[in-house]
């Protein structure tokens, strides 16, 4: 709800402070003292066409602040947040500022924002209905929207359904279009995959058979120095039996050390430690020597065998540049891992196209089925809902006027059918209904909103309505229905309505009077919330122009009883 709203520099109001309350609040006060800038003030609050000529003369600007309280955790406040605002202990803080000059600022929770976030926000917290102002209910999507609430459950479970299957066929729709639009793309790279596939399989790379032959091609290339290095290693630690006289090598000089600490170990444990150690060199000694021994008969210069390896080699390689990106053959290996697992699914296209043209003609069937289903609910609860606001404007002084609600199917499926809505008005007997806009004057459209509003209260989820010359061209019975039904309107959302009635301000919850001071302007004490005597004494004023007149505090006691009894009732 509104909960505060503050003016400044705005027409004939100098600076002017709007305490509001839940329910039904009136404003009123005497002509030309500023009441319809209290709807102009809001209209700005929530993204109205800045206009610098409603700037206060003088005054460098017109200002309005609002304090809003919504839920902390709906969407209005998510909103809130992604813009970068925060909440002020619950409350929303928008502000709007005119300059003279014609530029326009909104902030929103503390922070700058473009005038269209408050109009987007303004779809969530209010309607204004005033005859300049665009209103809410004469877009389409938000007839169709209003009417399915109004249709309640008996809309909800096939729209769910149609809406399942809506989100659905526009998938499946969406993947044959690019199925079938990219048939010439998908063959292309399959007929490239095939390729590479065909390439590495004739190959046949294994893991890790690059590093192998990469050594193995390294050996074959250096045998010869490598069984020499192998040999004369050999020599040096064991010696060559081969040779005429026995010359000094590692195993015998180890030998020759053991034998003489040997012979002296018992004289002392450390040197018989030494000895032990070099008993272990001599046996590792010996044993690398007989490996080196092997290894050098194991290496061969084999030039076939290497040509085989290089070649080999140069075939790995040139895979591992074209399919591995130049680095390893693993690599390789994994880029025919996905490309066989994609020509799977590009080779299976067909088939799955088949399958969804059968699945698409299947939802097509469905969706034509269940919105027909939905245009049957919508055109039963439109008759409903047009039979019920005709009898709200015999009340409301239009007892000619006939309201037409007409659901047409569009051919086109889209997210909540197949029907536009449209609500149309027949103000006179033998007229055509047309479209509200086109079918009312100012005031008679304010009524026909309001006999909308109260046909579809607690449907609508807007929680602040406000209503500017509702009451316009009426007076007597019809002025006394007219604040019945913004009375009945406000016991499911706020109502703040500016009228000149007194049968309309007396059904008010909180009742503002807005006074000019003696220059001519609104100041700060300008707007007062009344108590029953002095709501007494306005209503004895609108009624009869006399405040103190017996007659008229007569009459107003009685409007306020009436309108006490409503209430209760």
Request: no cysteine; hydrophobic share 40%; charged share 30%.
């Amino acid at each position: 709800m509104v909960d505060e709203v503050r003016i400044q520099g705005l027409g004939v109001i100098d600076e002017a402070v709007l305490d509001l309350s839940p329910g039904f609040n009136v404003v009123t006060g005497e002509t030309g003292a500023g009441k319809t800038m209290v709807v102009t003030s809001l209209g700005l609050l929530f993204g109205g066409r800045a206009d610098p000529q409603r700037v206060r003369p003088g005054a460098e600007r017109a200002t309005v602040e609002g304090r809003i309280v919504v839920d902390s955790g709906g969407r209005v406040a998510e909103r809130v947040e992604e813009a970068g605002g925060e909440l002020d202990e619950g409350a929303l803080i928008v502000t709007r500022s005119v300059s003279a000059e014609g530029r326009s600022r909104a902030y929103l929770g503390g922070r700058s924002v473009p005038v269209s976030l408050l109009i987007n926000l303004a779809d969530e917290l209010v309607a204004v209905h005033g005859q300049s102002d665009q209103q809410r209910l004469l877009q389409a999507g938000r007839q169709r929207g209003a009417l399915d609430r109004y249709a309640g459950d008996a809309l909800t479970k096939p729209l769910r359904g149609y809406t399942a299957a809506y989100e659905r066929h526009r998938q499946v729709s969406a993947l044959l279009e690019e199925l079938t639009t990219r048939a010439r793309e998908r063959e292309q790279e399959a007929e490239l995959l095939r390729f590479g596939l065909e390439e590495i399989e004739k190959v046949e790379p294994k893991p890790g058979e690059d590093v192998e032959l990469a050594t193995e091609e390294e050996r074959l290339g250096h045998a010869d120095a490598l069984r020499g290095a192998a040999d004369t290693a050999h020599e040096a630690l064991l010696g060559d039996p081969s040779a005429a006289f026995e010359a000094a090598n590692v195993v015998s000089l180890l030998g020759t050390a053991r034998n003489a600490l040997d012979a002296v170990r018992d004289h002392d444990p450390a040197l018989a430690a030494l000895a032990d150690r070099l008993a272990e060199a001599g046996y590792l000694v010996s044993d690398v020597a007989t490996d080196l021994a092997s290894y050098a008969e194991s290496v061969d210069a084999d030039p076939a065998r290497l040509a085989v390896v290089q070649e080999r080699r140069a075939e790995l390689t040139a895979l591992t540049r074209k399919y591995g990106g130049g680095e390893t053959l693993e690599e390789v290996l994994e880029w025919a891992r996905r490309s066989a697992a994609r020509l799977t699914e590009l080779e299976g296209d067909d088939d799955r196209i088949e399958e969804l043209r059968a699945e698409h003609g299947e939802l097509a069937g469905r969706l034509e089925a269940e919105a027909a289903e939905l245009t049957a609910v919508r055109t039963s609860a439109a008759e409903r809902f047009s039979q019920a606001v005709t009898e709200e404007l015999t009340a409301l002084a239009m007892p000619h006027a006939r309201v037409h609600v007409g659901v047409n199917p569009t051919g086109e499926y889209g997210p909540h059918g197949a029907d536009e809505v449209e609500v149309r008005l027949a103000p006179h007997p033998g007229s055509p209904p047309l479209p509200l806009h086109k079918g009312a004057s100012g005031g008679e459209l304010s009524r026909v909103m309001l006999a909308i509003e109260v046909v579809f209260a607690g449907a609508d989820p807007v929680p602040t309505f406000v209503f500017d010359e509702v009451d316009a061209g009426v007076g007597g019975k019809a002025a006394v229905e007219i604040g019945r039904r913004l009375a009945r309107l406000a016991r499911n959302a706020q109502v703040i309505v500016v009228t000149h009635l007194p049968q309309v301000a007396a059904f008010a919850d909180q009742h503002l009077l807005v006074e000019k001071s003696d220059d001519g302007t609104v100041t700060r004490s300008g707007v007062t919330a009344l108590d029953r005597e002095e709501r007494v004494r306005e209503l004895s004023r609108m009624l009869a122009g006399l405040e103190d007149s017996e007659l008229g505090r007569a009459h107003a006691e009685e409007l306020l009883e009436l309108a006490a009894q409503e209430r209760r009732t």
